[in-house]
Structure formats: C-alpha cells, structure tokens
C-alpha cells in the first residue's frame, strides 16, 4: 500500500522535518510504503513525483500553511491536520490513512 | 557538511538555572549575544515567542527546539541547554521540558546548508535512542558529538 504525506510549517525548519520522520517512522512500523514531500524553508524537498501520486491510494497533509502544488493530489483520499498532529501522534494518522485506503 | 560554525563549547550550557520559558530563553539567548550573534537579544526573544504563542515547540519526552528566524539573527546558530528542574513548556504531551534546542535562523538563510543541518536535526529528534543519549549526558563535548554525528550521517 502506498500513502504519500505533504508536511510544511510556517518557519519550514522544525516542525516540518520532525513531522516528515514521525510519519516516515510510523508508517516503517505499520509495513506501508510512504513518501513524505517537506515544504519548508529549502523550497521543496523529496518531491513526490507524478508516478507515486497515480499509485497513492491515500495522502496525509499535516500543513500549517498553504501548500504548493496542492491540485496534484485531487481525488485521493485525505487526512488533513496540523503539522503539529503529525508530530504528536503519527501512528494515528498512519492508521487512518490505511483505513482510507481501504475504502 | 560542517557544525562548528553553529555551536560550539559556549554556546552549551547543561546547567541552566532558570524556572520558567522566558528565562531559559533568555538565558540561552545571552549566550548567543556573547558571540555576537544577535542584533537585538530583545527582537530575538520577541520572534522565539511568537512562533511558541501560535504553537508550542515541546513535541514531548522533554525536550523543546525553540527557533526563529529573523533578520536579527546574524549567523545560523544552535544554542542548547538543560535544566535539571523541569520547566512548563505547555508541551504536546504535557511534561515538562528538561532539554531545549534553540534554534536561531538568519532571515536570509534560505537554501543554504545551515537550514540543512537545522532540517536534519530535528527530524533525528523523533529517533528515541539519540535523544535519550543527548538529554543524558552532562558533557559538553559528548553533545557536540552527537549533533556531529547526526548531521554528517547520509539521508534516509
């Protein structure tokens, strides 16, 4: 199963990057594949490409500001939250993405 | 990549003293003012506040990673300290932070490998054992080692 994530944070340094390894970690644990985009103050980092949107079946944006490119990723189921979620509790959202995934 | 410019011995202190947020900030912050670091110690607090009043920057197990970036900020710097008591950070979890990584961001830093080595930093906070080998040491050298390490290590 693969799930893409798109994090960004208003300063784009901490939080942005602390919640891309939370999900990273917690979706190693679950045995899904992700890929988690990092909008922050470098621009944006691990770019999720064209191929691994088609084969998304769900994406997590835990975002504190606007994002880019956001229309890429029209039809894909959706958790949305804070940034901050992401970091607090991202096995929960890993587990609603799965259970988004299967529906 | 290279930290040296970041941090360094006098910019640690494993023995603050302050009770409360605003004065382990500003403790830290006096340290940044000796190097010269800062314009303005007192624009700089302001920043650090301001981004902790739209979100706390405790993400939990007691450490909290202050920052701002702002045009006062003369030179991409880590500042850390730790307190033996524990201070009310309003952290996520709700314990009280023992451990704070200050981050100080130049307004014009954008792209360059200081904002890396402040990216790398705090996605490797979420690894358990490094910050548990960081929050445990009373050396100064030990945690110089340890950030060393997590910035020269490969991307996942």
Same mark, same amino acid.
């Given at each position: 199963?693969? +799930?893409?994530? !798109? ?16 999900? $990273? ?8 594949k992700i890929? !988690? $985009? ?6 944006? $980092?691990?770019?999720?490409? /064209?191929?691994? !949107?088609? $084969?998304?079946?769900?994406? +997590?944006?835990?975002? /504190? ?10 039809g894909?189921?959706?958790?949305? !939250?804070?940034?901050a ?5 991202p096995?929960?959202?890993?587990d609603?993405? +799965?259970e988004?995934?299967?529906? | 990549? #290279? ?7 006098d910019?640690? @202190?494993l023995?603050?003293?302050s ?12 340290? *940044? ?14 920043g ?5 009043a ?11 990673? %202050? ?5 006062t =900020? ?5 500042v ?9 950070w309003?952290?996520? @979890?709700d314990?009280d ?5 200050? *981050?100080?961001? %130049? ?7 200081? &904002?890396?080595?402040?990216?790398? &930093? ?11 080998r &960081?929050m445990?040491?009373? #050396?100064?050298? @030990? =945690?110089?080692?340890? *950030?060393?390490?997590? =910035?020269?290590e490969?991307?996942?």
């Amino acid at each position: 199963m693969n +799930i893409i994530a !798109v994090t960004a944070c208003p300063a784009g340094v901490a939080h942005t990057h602390m919640a891309a390894a939370a999900l $990273e970690a917690s979706a190693k644990k679950s045995g899904v594949k992700i890929k !988690v $985009e990092k909008q922050g103050a470098m621009g944006i $980092e691990n770019k999720i490409k /064209d191929k691994e !949107v088609t $084969e998304a079946k769900a994406l +997590i944006l835990a975002v /504190d500001t606007a994002i880019a490119k956001s229309e890429r990723f029209d039809g894909i189921p959706t958790v949305k !939250v804070s940034v901050a979620e992401a970091v607090k509790n991202p096995q929960g959202l890993i587990d609603q993405a +799965i259970e988004l995934a299967k529906k | 990549m #290279e930290i040296t410019t970041m941090i360094n011995r006098d910019l640690i @202190d494993l023995d603050l003293k302050s009770s409360d947020q605003l004065g382990v900030i500003d403790e830290l912050a006096s340290l *940044l003012v000796k190097q010269d670091r800062l314009d303005s110690k007192s624009s700089f607090i302001e920043g650090v506040l301001e981004r902790e009043a739209h979100f706390t920057t405790g993400f939990g197990n007691g450490i909290a990673i %202050p920052h701002c970036k702002s045009g006062t =900020v003369k030179q991409a710097s880590i500042v850390i300290g730790k307190m033996a008591n524990g201070v009310d950070w309003k952290a996520m @979890d709700d314990h009280d932070v023992h451990f704070v990584i200050m *981050l100080a961001i %130049p307004e014009t830093e954008a792209g360059t490998t200081h &904002l890396q080595i402040l990216s790398k &930093l705090s996605g490797k906070l979420i690894d358990e054992d490094f910050r548990n080998r &960081l929050m445990s040491t009373n #050396e100064k050298e @030990d =945690v110089l080692h340890l *950030l060393n390490d997590c =910035v020269i290590e490969n991307n996942n």
